[in-house]
């Protein structure tokens, strides 16, 4: 089954640092880019970072020095570490996969609250 599946969210006080995780299955992991995005209530769903198969990565201005996306290919895994946590970052995250030209397989989505 072709399926992403997200862990790690959480509450946490500003300041603080979470890391998601997000499990692929059913695909050839390792070459395509991932990428993680998030929708905060009341706004447009936004892409925070990605990672291609040569691990390139870029990051949303909002998040650059404070997330990495990093990815272990052996364990087809994704992840999302998150520093400096601000209450802007509150949001539903949710990993995704290019498999072609877009973004076009998600996951169901973690949420993330930090508090002030």
């Known amino acids: 089954q072709v399926q992403l599946v997200e862990s790690g969210g959480g509450s946490v006080q500003a300041g603080g640092s979470l890391r998601l995780s997000c499990v692929a299955s059913g695909f050839t992991y390792n070459l395509y880019r991932m990428g993680w995005f998030r929708r905060a209530p009341g706004k447009e769903r936004e892409e925070v970072a990605r990672?291609?198969?040569?691990?390139?990565?870029s990051y949303a201005d909002s998040v650059k020095g404070r997330f990495t996306v990093s990815r272990d290919n052996a364990k087809n895994t994704l992840y999302l570490q998150m520093n400096s946590l601000r209450p802007e970052d509150t949001a539903i995250y949710y990993c995704a996969a290019s498999i072609g030209t877009m973004f076009n397989l998600w996951g169901q989505g973690t949420q993330v609250t930090v508090s002030s």
């Open positions: 990672i291609d198969s040569d691990r390139s990565t």
